[in-house]
């Protein structure tokens, strides 16, 4: 199946005072139930040399599909969150 739009919020300032360090919050609209529930969340940057900057496992004993970090950026472009659904 293809990507859609929706559930997944990415949040980061509209600029940050370094690339080096960019705060990141991903959340992702999911109940956590044993039969729907978000596996994993990739971090892509495609202006990065590297645009895929994480990949996070969630396992079953996870309560909520969230989580922060801090990212490197190369330059100012938009960060995109897939989360990988268990349907």
Do not use: W
Not at 36 to 55: C, D, F, G
């Amino acid at each position: 199946p293809l990507p859609s739009a929706g559930r997944v919020l990415v949040d980061t300032p509209p600029l940050a005072d370094n690339g080096h360090s960019v705060p990141l919050r991903v959340v992702v609209d999911s109940p956590m139930t044993a039969s729907e529930r978000v596996q994993r969340i990739t971090i892509l940057a495609e202006r990065n040399p590297r645009p895929i900057v994480a990949s996070y496992s969630l396992g079953p004993m996870c309560a909520r599909a969230e989580l922060s970090t801090r990212i490197r950026l190369a330059d100012i472009q938009e960060v995109i969150a897939v989360a990988g659904l268990s349907d």
